[in-house]
């Protein structure tokens, strides 16, 4: 099975100038939990995302003020991306290596074009695949909330 197979296609995309208010709309509705960032929203070159839990441990725990910050300044950065045409099991792989739950689907220019979420694995992948994964990724990591 291939990522394109189960991925969620053209996915809602912000800019780097965007604000984390708008970017949290964003999450409410499409219902997620992450938003890819792209440089321009014509291009949709990605440059990072911006999680529910970027904005939480990054701003609101830290005592500042989500509506006077940009995407640009709490994204997360590298972003590790996955192609269409991947396998499955390598998508997997790496979210599971990385504890990541979403992955931005990328073609080779860079271009968002779609994301992979333990959703779409869980819904769509067989069984075996989903639980395995899900346990990997679940296992307690410090590592987002501790970046700056």
Do not use: W
């Amino acid at each position: 099975m291939q990522v394109k197979e189960i991925m969620t296609a053209d996915p809602t995309c912000c800019s780097l100038q965007d604000t984390l208010q708008k970017a949290a709309q964003f999450m409410v509705e499409c219902d997620c939990g992450e938003i890819p960032v792209v440089d321009d929203t014509a291009t949709k070159k990605i440059v990072g995302v911006i999680t529910d839990r970027d904005i939480t441990c990054r701003v609101v725990a830290k005592g500042l003020n989500p509506m006077d910050m940009k995407i640009a300044d709490v994204m997360s950065t590298p972003v590790k991306t996955v192609k269409a045409d991947d396998a499955l099991e390598d998508a997997c792989y790496m979210m599971e290596q990385n504890q990541i739950r979403r992955v931005p689907v990328v073609d080779e220019e860079m271009t968002c074009i779609g994301i992979i979420s333990l959703a779409d694995i869980a819904n769509k992948a067989p069984r075996a695949d989903s639980g395995e994964v899900l346990h990997n990724v679940s296992e307690k990591s410090f590592s987002a909330s501790n970046v700056a």
